[in-house]
Every structure is written in C-alpha cells, then in structure tokens.
C-alpha cells in the first residue's frame, strides 16, 4: 500500500545532511513551509544551499534558518526588501554566499531540472554583470546567454491537501513555486493543512501529482500561521537593522 504521510515534522525531515541543496517554496510570506523550515533547524542541518525567491521576511521562516546560521549560499530573485535584516547582516557580514538570478530565470531553470531540460537560452541577463561569462548565441537577431537547469536534493513546500498518495491541491497564491520546486527535487517534502482520503481530491484540481512526493505531514491545527497581510504589525518583527546583522 502507497501511503506517504508521516506521523510527525521530526520524520518529515529525517535524513537531510550537512551540505544539502534545498528548495523552499513561497513568495514572501505566501505559501512558505514555516513548520517544516522550523523542523529543519530543530534537525541541525548545516552548510546548507537555499533555493527560494527570497532571502526570508522578518525574523521567522527562512529568515529564522538563516539566523541559525545553518545556510552557507543563497539562490533567489529577490534577497532584500524592507523586512530582510537577517540576510542583509549576514551578506554585509560576509557570512552568506548570493547567487542572484532574476525572477523568470529562477523559474525557468527550476522547471528545466523537473522537466528533464539541461539548459536553454534566454535573452534575460545580455548585457549585465548576471549575463558576464556565460555562454551566448544569437537567436533570430537576438543575444541570448545560456542558463542550466537548477536541481536540489530536497524541496520543503506547502500546499492546502493531500492525499496519502501525494496528490496536492495548493490554496490560491501560495501554490506560487510550490510544483516546479516539487518535481526539481529528489525528494520532495510537503506540509498541509489537511490529509484527505483518496479519491476525494477532484483529480482536475490536482496541480502536484504524487509521483513528485516523498513525503506528507499534516500540520496541527493548533500551530498558529507565520503569514500576515503586508504591511501588517507582527509581534516577532524588530526594527529595520536589528537581528544578526546588528551581532
């Protein structure tokens, strides 16, 4: 019998090592994996290379895995916004590698990986620092630089449902990075919100097939969530500067 729910976050996590690429789905505070990212620093992994759009918002989430300074480089599109004091320490500090790639490359590259595509081109990045040292070729008149796929050994994402088989429906915007990280990555991890018997997913709604899924833990109901309207007061945010980077 396939059943990949597993009973606890502790088990979710079980086995990621020292040095490990992982993929975090969510755009800004929009569909993060917040249990399982604090999962993974209770595991202890280290030396880490983050794959995410962003470089954590506030104190929380990702911004949390990267002040338990368990993140050796950071891949995404978007590393500062007015809430990324942690990764903004760390950077100033030394203590973090970037690999910037732009928003539609970061993608692209993601969904190559789970799409069995090495690399391709794209006009993206002609011309810029990003662009310096890649290969290129012209392409109906046009410069285009060559970009290689992005894989990871484990991406943590959220979706809304599950069944045991690892079918995922996502809820509205925070589907976002969620299915190209899942089938980028060798091992896909996935928290929700509610585990379902099968056949009660519509399997038109079904945006992750379970072919992508290792495992699938439901979150408890009593777990607050980390997300908050933008702009919004949230009692774990500090001042613009504070956090490591003021260490």
């Not at 050994?153 to 996502?170: F, K, Q, S």
């Not at 833990?217 to 504070?242: C, T």
């Amino acid at each position: 019998m396939i059943d990949k729910t597993v009973s606890t976050l502790e088990v979710a996590v079980a086995g990621i090592e020292d040095g490990a690429t992982v993929m975090v789905g969510g755009f800004g505070t929009s569909g993060i994996p917040a249990a399982l990212i604090d999962a993974l620093i209770a595991q202890g992994a280290r030396d880490l290379t983050v794959v995410n759009n962003n470089a954590g918002n506030g104190d929380h989430g990702l911004a949390a895995l990267l002040a338990a300074r368990r993140v050796r480089k950071i891949v995404c599109s978007f590393p500062r916004q007015v809430d990324s004091w942690v990764f903004d320490g760390l950077w100033r500090a030394g203590a973090i590698e970037l690999e910037l790639v732009p928003q539609g490359t970061l993608a692209e590259r993601i969904r190559a990986a789970g799409a069995g595509i090495g690399a391709f081109f794209t006009p993206t990045a002609v011309g810029t620092e990003l662009g310096a040292g890649k290969e290129t070729r012209l392409i109906d008149g046009r410069e285009h630089v060559l970009e290689h796929a992005l894989r990871a050994d484990y991406a943590l994402i959220r979706a809304d449902r599950a069944d045991r088989w690892g079918n995922l429906v996502y809820r509205k915007a925070a589907r976002n990075f969620g299915p190209i990280m899942a089938a980028a990555a060798a091992c896909t991890i996935v928290e929700v919100r509610e585990i379902v018997p099968l056949g009660a997913l519509d399997p038109e709604a079904v945006v992750t097939p379970g072919i992508y899924v290792k495992r699938v833990v439901m979150i408890p109901p009593e777990r607050p969530s980390v997300a908050s309207p933008q702009g919004a007061p949230r009692p774990w945010d500090g001042p613009a500067g504070a956090g490591v980077g003021a260490a």
